[in-house]
Nanobody, 113 residues
Framework: QVTLVESGGGSVQPGGSLTLSCAAS????????LGWYRQAPEKQRELVAH???????EYPESVKGRFTISRDNDKDILYLEMHSVKPEDTAVYYC???????WGQGTQVTVSP
């Protein structure tokens, strides 16, 4: 049974930093691509960061240079480091096993003064 459990969300001021974690189980973590997505109120879910099994990472322009995705293949944990956050980064952030129907429950990130 695949499970993905996000943590680390919260409130942060503009310009601040936050690190999200996603604890994974139920599949061969080291062999799979993973992603972070986010969904703001009344908006579609969008990709934030993607990392392959070979640890090649991709980002959309909206977060490039500010967010970093990484993975710990020993602990089966996916991370998202968020720096220089902006109010428009406010959303529920989800961990996703790419190419599967499996998503985490999400963690709220709120960026406000």
């Amino acid at each position: 049974q695949v499970t993905l459990v996000e943590s680390g969300g919260g409130s942060v001021q503009p310009g601040g930093s936050l690190t999200l974690s996603c604890a994974a189980s139920g599949f061969r973590f080291i062999s799979n691509s993973l992603g972070w997505y986010r969904q703001a109120p009344e908006k579609q879910r969008e990709l934030v960061a993607h990392i392959t099994a070979q640890e090649y990472a991709e980002y959309p322009e909206s977060v490039k240079g500010r967010f970093t995705i990484s993975r710990d293949n020993d602990k089966d944990i996916l991370y998202l480091e968020m720096h220089s956050v902006k109010p428009e980064d406010t959303a529920v952030y989800y961990c996703h096993l790419e190419g599967s129907p499996h998503w985490g429950q999400g963690t709220q990130v709120t960026v406000s003064p």
